[in-house]
């Protein structure tokens, strides 16, 4: 007996001294380099480079709407472009690919007074695959920092002995910064739910008033850091003139009657859609658990063997549930395609919101430090996809906070429920549902390069003549078409020409180096009022050089018949008697006479 348990004493201590350095060590540099590992995949001329080419041509000047409303992420964009490597989307990639691997770290760094430190990493590396938006995209990715870093001090400073004042302030900084970095991050403020959450609790035992008295000095705090964030965000500004900045309201909110998309209607209503077909899906796991629990409880259950042919029985009913949701579309395995994982964190999701809304319950004997985090996670999930027109996948952009914290609740399940038999059905379904997300998304991060190759064809091909796109990697047909595009292009930004490109491919300028012509190189979109278009074409002095494409081979490169806007442009190409120059499949370049 007791050579038996010095054998397991050993056997632990060595697990332990294994554990350390790679908890130091391992642990960190895996997370710095795992949003870097597709940083060379995927040429998008959509939403990737449109935000490149905001950061290069559209500060510094006059600016427009989006500017002001994305306004610290694209100043932090155009200093990334002057680094070494900046004047490439490969470059630009690996610079704001930290971005996600410091949002990670700080949560490895701050959060293992509570949680361990190999949880800590599954959950980060977890966040991290499921990340989709391309990382240039830095009101993104700077917001989720931000929000990440505001609820890591909250916490610090609301479960500190005694309550450290000052991270109250540095929450709110962060929260303020965030509003300049995008605009409808405002939603953000209502985190303050849980520092009320928080106050409560933590002050059970004072008397009414006094509780009352905390509560608003915490906010006060809050609101102050809120203010000297928001302000400090807005010094760049000044070389534009405030009022520049604050014209941006009204003009950012007139948007909604042109993308109805935007309106916080729709937003919410997408969001709630969402979530129901996520909720649909777990449903079909509901009985199964049910029909689970009554299994374990049957006397045949008893005895061992009993046991383990019950288990292998139910595992094997998980993965038929599995197979299920893969035969009904829930998710797929081409991993160049963000669908393969969405349904699975969605799952998860589900999982996290379940999970939160029993910490804050004080389910299972939480302590107060427990619901405190658990009020932060459930504020989290409901607050991240507001401001945004894509669903719930914000969401999943955004898990670094909420990942460690689910595994650490089913981990915290798992050793309350002891080895009570039926709790097995619950154990093994949330543990599928983990397991498949951590696959999925891993294979999906490896893979997916945003709206490139999406149908699995394989990037293995490179543009030979743009500097911008040296050692990029896309399809053999987006490269064929980008080379002779750019090759026809080549020299025109140097010659004072601009350009207009429509059909989805605003990226095209900062490709070409060629400055946009109108306000926004992404005219298409219905956030760019039709009247801003029509005003900016008649007041243009000289005629830029006009690039269409077309996103299918079977679409027309432009039809007046379609949308307003084309009818718009189209137009304008005839009453300028403008020519077609250039084409292959994907583009065409159309030229004023004299050009």
């Known amino acids: 007996m007791t050579a038996g348990l010095t054998r397991k004493g050993w056997q632990l201590k060595k697990a332990k001294k294994l554990q350390q350095p790679l908890e130091k060590y391992v642990f960190p540099v895996i997370l710095l380099l795992w949003p870097l590992v597709a940083a060379n995949q995927g040429i998008c001329v959509s939403d990737t480079t449109y935000s490149i080419v905001n950061y290069r041509y559209l500060t ?135 520092v009320w959450f928080g106050s409560r609790i933590t002050d059970g035992r ?64 997408d969001t709630a859609a969402a979530w129901k077909s996520a909720l649909r899906w777990s449903a079909v796991l509901l009985p199964c658990i049910f029909m689970g629990c009554l299994l374990f409880l049957m006397p045949v259950t008893k005895s061992r063997a009993g046991r383990i042919a019950a288990r292998i029985l139910y595992l094997a009913g998980l993965a038929a549930v599995v197979r299920f949701f893969y035969s009904r579309g829930m998710f797929t395995v081409n991993y160049r395609d963000y669908w393969s994982m969405f349904g699975w964190g969605m799952q998860f999701a589900v999982l996290s919101a379940l999970a939160a809304v029993l910490g804050v319950a004080g389910a299972g004997g939480t302590t107060a430090e427990e619901r405190i985090l658990s009020a932060l996670v459930l504020a989290l999930t409901f607050i991240t996809p507001i401001g945004s027109n894509n669903y719930t996948f914000p969401l999943l952009n955004c898990l670094f906070f909420t990942a460690p914290y689910t595994l650490w609740m089913f981990r915290r399940c798992l050793v309350q429920t002891g080895n009570r038999e039926y709790s097995f059905s619950w154990t093994a379904a949330a543990a599928m549902l983990i397991v498949m997300t951590m696959v999925q998304g891993a294979l999906f991060h490896i893979n997916f390069a945003f709206r490139d190759g999406t149908d699995g064809t394989a990037r293995t091909a490179t543009v030979g003549n743009c500097a911008f796109l040296s050692g990029m990697r896309t399809t053999q047909q987006n490269a064929e078409d980008l080379e002779g595009l750019c090759g026809f292009l080549s020299g025109r930004g140097q010659e004072g020409q601009k350009v207009i490109a429509f059909g989805n491919a605003p990226g095209i300028s900062v490709i070409a180096d060629i400055p946009p012509a109108l306000s926004t190189s992404w005219p298409d979109l219905d956030s760019y009022p039709y009247a801003d278009m029509e005003a900016e074409l008649s007041a243009l002095e000289e005629e830029p050089v006009i690039v269409l494409r077309r996103e299918q081979e079977s679409d027309a490169f432009l039809s007046p018949e379609t949308t307003d806007k084309s009818r718009l442009m189209s137009d304008y190409m005839r009453a300028h008697s403008y020519v077609r120059a250039y084409e292959n499949r994907q583009y065409e370049v159309w030229l004023p006479p004299e050009g």
């Open 206 to 269: 004072q008397a009414p008033r006094q509780k009352v008295l905390h509560c608003l000095q915490r906010t006060l705090l809050c609101l102050l850091g809120y203010a000297a964030g928001f302000a400090a965000g807005l010094l760049p500004a000044l070389h534009y003139g405030l009022s520049s900045y604050f014209a941006m309201i009204p003009a950012l909110l007139g948007m909604t009657s042109s993308a109805s998309d935007y309106t916080l209607g729709r937003m919410v209503a």
């Open 60 to 194: 510094g000047g006059s600016g427009s709407t989006w500017l002001f409303a994305t306004f610290l992420a694209n100043e932090a964009g155009h200093f990334l472009t002057l680094l070494p490597g900046g004047g490439t989307l490969l470059g630009m990639n690996l610079y704001t690919g930290l971005t996600v691997s410091a949002t990670a770290l700080c949560v490895y760094g701050c959060m293992s007074r509570i949680i361990p430190k190999w949880m800590l990493f599954l959950g980060e590396f977890l966040a991290i695959s499921l990340c989709w938006c391309p990382t240039v995209i830095l009101y993104n990715y700077l917001t989720y920092f931000l929000l990440t870093a505001a609820c890591l001090f909250l916490f610090l400073a609301l479960t500190g002995v005694p309550v450290k004042r000052r991270y109250f302030v540095l929450a709110g900084v962060c929260l303020g910064l965030n509003v300049t970095v995008r605009f409808s991050n405002l939603a953000e403020a209502a985190l303050i739910l849980p």
